[in-house]
C-alpha cells in the first residue's frame, strides 16, 4: 500500500465513530399542577413520567408549553407531534378519530370535598339532588347527565370555590384530589386549610394519556415505543418514585386551571 493510502486509512480510523441521530418527538404541554408546569423541576411529575418512558427506548421529547385552549388545536394541526395529557371516552368519537391514545400514564381521582363539620359519606348520585354543590365554570362534570342535580358554577376557578366552600355559600365541592390538595397546601392559610376535608371514595377515576396525532404516520410507531417504555419505567419502580413527587410539600406556585 503506497505510503499517502496508509495515512489517509490511519487518518479515517482514528476520526471519532458518528453517533447515530437523535429522535426528538415534539409534544404540547400545559399547567396543570401538581402534575405539570414548566416552572418544576423536569416540569413536573407527569412530565418527568413521559420523558422518561421514552428516553427508555432512545427518543428525546422536547415539550412546548400552551394555553389548554390551544393545546388541542395544535396537537391536532401538525405543529407538534401530539399532547399530553388527556382523557378519553368511547363517546368522543371526534377524538378518537383525531388522535392515538396511549395506555394510561396515571389516573386522577375526584373526591368531594366539604368542611369538617358538615359531616359528609359519598353513598350515590341520588343524595345529590338535596345538597348545595359548587362547581367550576367551563367544566364537564360527570354527574352533568342528572338533570336533578344543580351545581353552582359561577366561581371562574377551583381556588375561589374552595374559598366559597370556606364562606359556607355550598356544601361539597367536586374537583380531582391532588389539585385539591395542592390548593389548600399553596393558596390557602393553615388555618384556612384546617377546616377542609374531603370523602376518601372517589365518585370518579380518571385515566390520563398521551395522545399523538393521526395525521403524522410516524405516530403509530411512537405509541408503541411510549407504551413500552412505559411499561419498563413501572416495572423498574421508577414510575412510582416520580408519582409520589405529586403530593410533595413546599411548591410555592398557584394553581392553574385545567379544562
Given at each position: ?148 342535580i344543580k351545581i353552582d358554577r359561577t366561581a371562574a376557578t377551583d381556588e375561589l370555590n374552595f374559598r366559597k366552600l370556606l364562606a359556607g355559600r355550598f356544601q361539597i365541592f367536586p374537583a380531582n384530589l391532588d389539585v385539591g390538595l395542592h390548593i389548600m397546601r399553596n393558596d390557602l392559610t393553615p388555618a384556612q386549610a384546617a377546616q377542609i376535608t374531603w370523602d376518601p371514595k372517589p365518585y370518579n377515576i380518571t385515566p390520563y394519556h398521551l395522545m399523538l396525532s393521526k395525521k ?44
Open positions: 500500500m503506497p505510503a499517502s493510502l496508509r495515512a489517509l486509512a490511519l487518518a479515517l480510523l482514528l476520526l471519532p465513530a458518528c453517533a447515530p441521530a437523535e429522535e426528538v418527538i415534539t409534544l404540547i404541554n400545559g399547567e396543570w399542577l401538581p402534575y405539570m408546569s414548566e416552572k418544576l423541576p423536569d416540569y413536573g411529575p407527569i412530565s418527568h413520567i413521559v420523558s422518561a418512558a421514552f428516553a427508555l427506548e432512545g427518543v428525546t421529547v422536547r415539550y412546548v408549553f400552551r394555553p389548554w385552549s390551544r393545546a388541542y388545536a395544535e396537537a391536532d394541526n401538525g405543529s407538534a407531534n401530539g399532547s399530553i395529557v388527556w382523557s378519553v371516552s368511547r363517546t368522543e368519537s371526534d377524538r378518537l378519530r383525531r388522535f392515538y391514545f396511549s395506555d394510561p400514564v396515571f389516573e386522577g381521582q375526584s373526591v368531594f370535598f366539604h368542611l369538617k363539620t358538615y359531616p359528609f359519606e359519598w353513598t350515590g348520585f341520588d343524595q345529590l339532588r338535596d345538597i348545595k354543590m359548587g362547581g367550576t365554570a367551563g367544566y364537564v362534570y360527570w354527574f352533568d347527565k342528572f338533570p336533578d403524522d404516520s410516524a405516530n403509530r410507531r411512537y405509541l408503541a415505543l411510549f407504551n413500552r417504555g412505559l411499561q419498563r419505567l413501572r416495572d423498574s419502580g421508577r414510575y412510582a418514585l416520580y408519582m409520589r413527587e405529586v403530593r410533595r410539600e413546599g411548591s410555592n406556585e398557584k394553581s392553574p386551571q385545567r379544562p
